[in-house]
């Protein structure tokens, strides 16, 4: 099984809201990703996390906070977000690095 | 010179015809590579990974990897209407951080029936 299921599917909100997207996966993989994608643009990394700890922060603003619940979950929680932030949202998860990357369906962000 | 080109296409082909995919890159400490299809308003599904130069089959679809000449390839052969999507290749360092993948912009194909 080589899934990775993310929550909502669809999502609109205010810039004023808090929400959270989630990632789950079972293949018992170690790394987690979250990937933001505009449209006709490749996927951008946001942050990876691996065994649980944080390893990578592309700079990404602080209205998106990522969390590593357990080796299983992954959340990205967004306050306050723009409508340039307006994107399809994507988690990824892999053995560790230097593994291929496993993609979830997404979740497609509206800010209004 | 960006680190990976794809030609964004769009591609269009008749069904039945043997597509070709193509990316280069510029930097050799790029070991692992990665084909993924994308379709509309979906999550990418990994189709083909590769560590070596050579060739590698999987059903309809067989990668190619040519490290001296910095060159990848995906070749679909019997292409079918469902093939419509974009195709992403992704690559990845051997040393460094190795859990960032670097995208090419995708190529656009269309498959007619």
């Known amino acids: 099984d080589t899934e990775v299921t993310q929550t909502p599917k669809h999502l609109v909100m205010g810039m004023t809201n808090k929400k959270s997207l989630k990632c789950e996966q079972h293949m018992g993989h170690r790394a987690m990703y979250w990937y933001k994608q505009k449209a006709k643009k490749p996927p951008e990394l946001m942050f990876v996390?691996?065994?649980?700890?944080?390893?990578i922060n592309e700079s990404v603003p602080s209205r998106f906070s990522p969390e590593c619940p357990n080796s299983s979950l992954l959340n990205l929680h967004l306050h306050a977000l723009q409508p340039e932030d307006s994107a399809l949202y994507l988690c990824?998860?892999?053995?560790?690095?230097?593994?291929?990357?496993?993609f979830g369906p997404g979740t497609r962000l509206t800010v209004l | 010179q960006k680190e990976v080109e794809q030609d964004p296409g769009p591609l269009s082909v008749p069904e039945g015809a043997i597509v070709s995919l193509n990316c280069t890159y510029s930097?050799?400490?790029?070991?692992?590579f990665m084909w993924y299809r994308q379709y509309s308003r979906k999550g990418p599904e990994l189709l083909m990974y590769t560590y070596s130069s050579g060739n590698k089959e999987d059903g309809r679809f067989t990668a190619q990897v040519d490290k001296s000449s910095k060159y990848i390839s995906l070749f679909i052969r019997d292409s079918q209407p469902s093939d419509s999507a974009t195709y992403l290749c992704?690559?990845?360092?051997?040393?460094?951080?190795?859990?960032?993948?670097?995208f090419g912009k995708g190529t656009l194909l269309t498959v007619n029936p």
């Open positions: 992704a690559m990845e360092n051997s040393g460094g951080s190795n859990y960032k993948l670097t």
């Open positions: 996390y691996s065994y649980e700890k944080l390893s």
């Open positions: 930097n050799s400490a790029f070991q692992y």
């Open positions: 990824a998860s892999s053995l560790s690095g230097r593994y291929e990357q496993f």
